[in-house]
């Protein structure tokens, strides 16, 4: 087992596909379809990516999108099984909300599985990130499909003041 003070968070940085690909392939509970996963790691290059590197090891990432200059969105999320429950994807959060905030940007947003469609590992991931301050805004009911409904939660970073120039 690794000491969560041994691991370190860099980024944003690219290159790591394969390493951040092979965490999402550990995951199927979370990550199972084959052409999510596919895009996933293809955006992952393309997109600002912040990684825990343990024995020089990734073993976590979070991958950002901007929208507009006031908002960003985290793209995918994961952390190897194993390493759960150790503080890594709090860590990955602050870090990739420090660059945001270094962005100006004010609002960070998250899609996940809705509550409406009960399951037990993404009600671990919507605990989470309730725990780190992001409140439910809305469920789409057909943003994915039927069968997976989306719940989109959002936060708003701190220390935004500014005014919107119209």
Not at 80 to 102: C, F, Q, T, V, Y
Request: proline residues 5%; hydrophobic residues 40%.
């Amino acid at each position: 087992m690794t000491d969560a003070d041994s691991i370190i968070v860099e980024g944003p940085v690219v290159g790591t596909r394969r390493q951040c690909e092979a965490i999402l392939r550990a995951l199927p509970d979370w990550f199972g379809v084959e052409s999510a996963i596919l895009r996933y790691a293809s955006d992952i290059d393309s997109l600002p990516t912040f990684v825990a590197v343990a024995g020089g090891a990734v073993v976590g990432f979070l991958t950002l999108r901007r929208h507009t200059e006031f908002s960003g969105e985290i793209h995918v999320m994961a952390v190897r099984p194993e390493m759960h429950r150790r503080g890594i994807g709090r860590r990955l959060l602050e870090r990739a909300e420090k660059w945001l905030a270094a962005e100006n940007v004010e609002y960070l947003q998250v899609k996940t599985l809705a509550p409406s469609r009960p399951d037990d590992c993404y009600e671990r991931t919507r605990s989470f990130y309730f725990a780190m301050g992001f409140r439910p805004l809305e469920e789409l009911r057909d943003f994915w499909d039927a069968n997976n409904p989306c719940l989109l939660m959002v936060k708003k970073l701190p220390g935004h003041t500014r005014a919107h120039e119209a």
